[in-house]
């Protein structure tokens, strides 16, 4: 008797405490920045895609929902041919962020992703692809590596020295 | 087998290699980059070290170079000691220093040796605060990327390249961190072997520019072992497929064939199979149209049932490059009688000549691997680099066999390759090549022959006769000559292996008897030669065995009887006949079937093609030229209307109760029916596990474990996920589902192993390095030497070459890019390609243009006119199989006007 008594005051209690639902969709969820949801492709400081088709979030990728093509331009820079992800299938884990090497996919915090057609659920590139560098603002992967592109060549990257050239025979 | 004591565990082994090979055939890890099964030790990257102990009390020991180290008895070392596992990591470290941060970009990530060693090490991150050292890179042709800042500086590309393949252009230059790997300039890479750059380099220095551009990585690609088809020796690759497309083609280890390595054409002559000219659906020739019109399956079925009801006349075709499966099933369906080798007479018959000499003959078969142990060689007639690209690696490294007993009498083990080269510096041992024109081999020659085939026979039957005088006599011969032959004879004589190559190539089948009558003047002398024979195409051994008759004879047949419907089975027609003669064949059927996979003349016209798979996309059997058969495997599935060439002939066959009680429904079944045949092809089945065979109960995927996009690669046509095929065939499964332990060597498609991504973990495959693979199979010998030995003197002996005025004696001339039939299709190989010619003696050449008017076999074309001073005078020299040079019957007199 008195536990029942005990139980009812106790939940009578709650409906003072502050409330943790929020009165979604009216009211939005406050996210913080890293917070796991729609992954995104993200561009380089200067504006390029940064996604060098690597292949390491499709391997990385538990559920295997990440498939792409590598290519390249005319001056050997990679870029994926294409790329998409199944998110009928994705479990937000963000393996493919931190196997990414070069900030290029990221886990934003957008987490509505309902559709009436589980197709709409499959993302290509131009679906993924956002105008700005996300999460990490100066890091861009053709800086450092040593891959010559387009307006770098080779010992143009940092901390390279310039070429050799091995006919010279004073050095 | 000594005694050798390996971190406090003693090991048996055998004392015949050095420490570093040793501990990796027992399965040790020792990092290591520098040292290569195949190309030996020399000691210059550091990586292997260990530590070696004098004896039980000594607890300090030294560190050595276990490359360097031969194994004795008693022997004490440690890998795990903390010392030298320090000094292997810091060694990595500074080899690190100058490497440029690519990985993600890089080819050979993910299957990079140097990415493994560094693991093992333990290495990652550079401590190095100063700037880089770069380099720039060099253009080398259509097939080789060059990226020169990722280099280790283990030299095992300049190794490769000059010591073993014998490249030339291409060396090492500058000194210290500045140490550079290319060539004097840029330029096409002119090493026939240079794609093993690919795979024998340790890091992404040289890649493979055709994968390049569909790349993917390792671990993405549905692999299988299969078969090259681009020439006869059978060797074995693993095809990659993704996305429906085959991504590459990597050397497959076979220890009896192919050793490590393939040539160039093998590995990038693959494109035809992801060709824009593919015929993937059935086409059917529309009555209204007069067009080729894509139609169902059962279209071709209700075409079949057809003629079947008519009780139809079928002639059918079969192919040297279709396998031994296709070919038996066509001839089940039209009957023996009915059935007919797609090669000509000339081919056929040299190829039926081949394989009796090789049944007959008191000379023994060696494998191809093999024949780099003979220590005598002589080579009658045959371009080996253009006609059969890897007997020429093969044959150079038995032009080391007889140099190598000089370090062995000084006790320099043979792996000791540093001290070995600078002991034998260019020495080479007795090598005769006997061709119409210079070779690539000529360079380790110790005399060279230039003469028509004709000729070159007749020199071979007066070696023969110098070995043994009851051989048939050959008159006319000059001095010259007479000294050649006694030298040939002489070295064969003082051989320990002596070694005779020959083939088809030249089209002259006096050229094979010169050939079989040294072999059998050896064996009366009491030697055992070698005889080892190329032939035209991948299965021409095996077409050969199922039927000696030949295209010629169809042609005469068909004119000859009523037949109502022409059957070809993975054949260009025109390439083998003349275009008129052809054209008058085609012309007496009024149903023309093709089955084939890519489009040609012969397609274009047929009233119905039924599409086939590639060797890609179908399974099957091959015979190469020295009689082994070995199996090919299915890479991925192609989707329903593209099956084996067998399995849709079986299903036609099924249609009009042609089965005759037989059960044709898997290769198995195939291959029964085959045997039941010809009992005499019954090692056919034990080539290759059948489709029953399992690991643990599961299948073998063709996937590896970390296969990714597996939920995503079809989710733009239907985001649920269809269902895997299955395969009836093979042991093996579509997919990653299966066994997922180390793959048995017979169905070994990738070589993958904890801590090894690279082709370097083929070592955990070998039961010892260099040696067999575990659970392998190189495949089985079908020929029947029962015979052997029967075979007396061909004493047929041809005239001697006499140069006639204004006509000259056509000699068919080869090249490893152009040469073949479908490798043309890949864009590099194309490239390459020389444009269609004619080769003079410069004597000969008076009065002729650049351009001249060729006549041949009743018509004529225009060549440019290429001059040489080597080719003997009154021949011209013929490119063959070139694109627009047409079929030509040889021998062949050609008239040339300027």
Redesign the interface.
């Known amino acids: 008797m008195f536990s029942i008594l005990r139980s009812i005051w106790l939940t009578l209690l709650h409906t003072f405490s502050k409330r943790f639902t929020i009165q979604y969709p009216e009211e939005k969820p406050k996210l913080p920045a890293r917070w796991r949801g729609r992954i995104v492709l993200t561009r380089d400081p200067d504006g390029t895609e940064r996604c060098?088709?690597?292949?390491?979030c499709?391997?990385a990728?538990p559920?295997?929902?990440?498939?792409?093509?590598?290519?390249?331009d005319e001056h050997g820079r990679?870029y994926p041919a294409f790329f998409?992800?199944?998110f009928?299938?994705c479990i937000f884990c963000g393996f493919c962020e931190d196997a990414c090497?070069?900030y290029a996919i990221q886990l934003t915090p957008d987490f509505e992703l309902a559709e009436y057609d589980?197709?709409n659920?499959?993302f290509?590139k131009e679906d993924l692809l956002i105008d700005g560098p996300g999460k990490y603002h100066d890091y861009n992967?053709y800086r450092?590596?040593?891959?010559?592109i387009e307006g770098k060549d080779?010992?143009e990257?940092e901390?390279?020295?310039?070429?050799?050239d091995?006919h010279d025979l004073r050095? | 087998m000594v005694k050798i004591n390996i971190d406090g565990k003693d090991y048996e082994v055998e004392p015949k290699d050095n420490l570093l090979q040793t501990l990796l055939s027992l399965k040790i890890d020792v990092p290591y980059f520098c040292w290569h099964p195949a190309m030996g030790s020399v000691g210059s990257c550091r990586q292997c070290a260990v530590k070696k102990y004098a004896d039980e009390k000594d607890t300090k020991g030294r560190i050595v170079m276990s490359c360097m180290e031969p194994v004795v008895d008693g022997m004490r070392i440690s890998v795990d000691d903390p010392e030298v596992k320090q000094f292997r990591a810091n060694l990595i470290e500074l080899t690190m220093t100058d490497?440029?941060?690519?990985?993600?970009?890089c080819d050979e990530?993910?299957e990079c040796h140097l990415q493994d060693v560094t693991l093992m090490s333990g290495h990652n991150y550079r401590r190095y605060e100063?700037?880089?050292?770069?380099?720039?890179?060099q253009y080398l042709g259509p097939f080789i990327n060059h990226?020169m800042?990722?280099c280790i500086a283990c030299y095992r590309c300049v190794r490769f390249y000059r010591d073993y393949a014998g490249g030339r252009d291409f060396n090492v230059?500058?000194s210290r961190n500045?140490v550079?790997f290319g060539r004097y300039e840029d330029g096409v890479l002119q090493n026939e072997f240079s794609g093993n750059l690919v795979e024998v380099c340790p890091t992404g220095v040289f890649t493979d520019k055709i994968f390049?551009e569909?790349?993917?990585?390792k671990?993405?690609l549905t692999t299988a072992p299969t078969i090259c088809q681009n020439c006869s020796l059978g060797c074995n690759i693993i095809a990659g497929e993704r996305?429906g497309t085959i991504r590459r083609i990597t050397s497959r280890y076979n220890e009896k064939v192919n050793g490590y390595f393939i040539c160039d054409r093998g590995r990038f002559g693959y494109e035809y199979v992801n060709s824009d000219l593919r015929l993937r659906e059935p086409l059917r020739r529309g009555q209204a149209s007069g067009q080729l019109e894509e139609v169902d399956q059962k279209t071709v079925f209700n075409y079949f049932e057809k003629l079947f009801k008519k009780n139809a006349r079928f002639l059918g075709i079969g192919s040297p490059r279709a396998s031994l499966e296709a070919n038996h099933a066509l001839q089940m369906m039209v009957g023996k009688d009915n059935f007919f080798a797609g090669v000509n007479e000339v081919d056929q018959r040299l190829t039926l000549k081949a394989l009796q000499i090789l049944r007959e003959s008191p000379a023994e078969v060696p494998s191809l691997r093999e024949t780099e142990n003979a220590d005598v060689v002589v080579v009658l007639g045959e371009d080996v680099t253009n006609t059969a690209p890897m007997l020429a690696l093969s044959l150079r490294q038995a032009s080391r066999k007889r140099p190598l007993e000089l370090p062995e009498k000084m006790h320099i083990p043979t792996w000791n390759e540093r001290a070995v080269d600078e002991l034998l510096q260019d020495e080479r041992g007795p090598f005769f090549v006997l061709t119409p024109t210079e070779t690539k081999l000529d360079d380790i020659a110790t005399a060279t022959y230039r003469q028509v085939p004709q000729n070159i026979a007749r020199l071979a039957q007066a070696v023969a006769h110098y070995i043994d005088p009851e051989a048939p006599e050959v008159s006319a011969l000059t001095d010259s000559e007479k000294a050649l032959a006694k030298q040939i004879g002489d070295e064969l004589l003082n051989a320990k292996q002596p070694l005779i190559v020959s083939g088809t190539s030249l089209q002259d089948e006096t050229l094979l008897e010169g050939a079989a009558n040294i072999a059998i003047a050896l064996k009366k002398r009491q030697k055992t030669p070698w005889i080892f024979l190329t032939l035209p195409e991948a299965n021409s051994a095996g077409l050969a065995l199922l039927d000696e008759k030949n295209l010629n004879m169809a042609f005469e047949k068909a004119l000859s009887e009523k037949y109502d419907a022409l059957i070809v089975l993975e054949n260009d027609l025109y390439r083998r006949l003349e275009t008129d003669k052809v054209d008058k064949l085609l012309d007496a059927f009024e149903h023309i079937i093709v089955l084939h996979y890519l489009q040609n003349p012969t397609t274009d016209k047929a009233n119905l093609i039924v599409p086939v798979g590639p060797f890609t996309e179908t399974d099957g059997t091959m015979v190469n030229n020295e009689g082994r058969a070995q199996r090919y495997f299915q890479v991925f599935y192609p989707g329903d209307t593209i099956k084996e060439s067998w399995r849709w002939l079986g299903q036609i066959m099924a249609k009009g109760n042609l089965q005759k009680e037989r059960t044709l429904n898997n290769l198995d079944d195939f291959i029964d029916a085959l045997i039941q045949d010809y009992p005499q092809l019954s090692a056919v089945k034990d080539a290759a596990p059948d489709a029953s065979f399992r690991i643990a109960g599961q299948k073998i995927p063709r996937q590896s474990h970390?296969?990714?996009?597996?939920?995503?690669?079809q989710?733009?046509i239907?985001?649920?996920e269809p269902k895997p095929p299955e395969d009836p065939d093979t042991p093996m499964s579509f997919t990653m589902e299966g066994y997922q332990g180390p793959q048995p060597g017979a169905v070994l498609s990738r070589y993958w192993y904890p801590g090894w991504n690279s082709v370097q973990a083929l070592n955990k495959f070998q039961i010892e390095v260099g040696g067999g693979l575990h659970d392998g199979k190189p495949g089985e010998r079908v020929l029947d030497l029962s015979a052997k030995e029967g075979m007396s003197y061909f004493t047929q002996i041809p005239e001697p070459f006499a140069a006639q005025e204004n006509n000259f004696l056509g000699v068919p001339l080869y090249h490893i890019f152009g040469s073949e039939e479908l490798s043309i299709h890949t864009k590099g190989v194309a490239e390459l390609t020389p444009k269609p010619y004619i080769l003079l003696n410069e004597a000969d050449t008076e009065g002729l243009g650049d351009q001249v008017k060729v006549q041949i076999n009743d018509r004529t074309v225009e060549l440019e006119l290429r001059k040489t001073t080597v080719l003997p005078k009154g021949a011209a020299g013929l490119p063959v199989g070139l694109p627009d040079m047409g079929a030509i019957k040889f021998p062949v007199w050609i008239k040339i006007s300027g």
Not at chain 1, 63 to 72: G, K, M, P, R, V
Not at chain 1, 159 to 164: F, G, K, L
């Open positions: 060098v088709a690597c292949n390491l499709a391997a990728c559920a295997d929902c990440i498939s792409l093509q590598a290519t390249q990679r998409r992800i199944n009928s299938r090497p070069t589980r197709q659920l499959v290509e992967f450092v590596s040593g891959l010559a080779k010992g990257a901390h390279e020295d310039p070429p050799i091995i050095a | 490497h440029p941060h690519d990985c993600p970009v990530g993910g100063y700037n880089k050292r770069t380099h720039k890179n990226e800042n990722r230059f500058a500045r550079y390049k569909h790349y993917t990585r671990w993405d996305y970390r296969y990714s996009g597996r939920t995503s690669m989710a733009h239907n985001v649920s």
